[in-house]
């Protein structure tokens, strides 16, 4: 059964699908707030990848439709 898959919402932007950056730091990884002693965004905690859907763009996707890249290097 193939589960339905639906543009992520907590992604930077994209009309369709996400652009699986984070949409608060918009991919930089750096916090965005100015009077935060921490460096980096504690949302993707400084990967700059969206947490929600870990890069993909979509919400509810199934694990083979991950990005290779992200295979290797994205969140854990």
Request: proline letters at 8%; charged letters at 20%.
């Amino acid at each position: 059964m193939h589960s339905r898959k639906t543009r992520c919402p907590d992604c930077a932007s994209g009309a369709f699908r996400g652009n699986g950056n984070c949409a608060k730091c918009d991919g930089t990884g750096i916090n965005t707030n100015v009077s935060s002693i921490q460096p980096e965004c504690p949302y993707c905690k400084g990967s700059g990848i969206c947490g929600e859907c870990q890069g993909t763009g979509l919400i509810g996707s199934d694990p083979e439709d991950t990005p290779f890249i992200l295979t290797l290097f994205g969140p854990k």
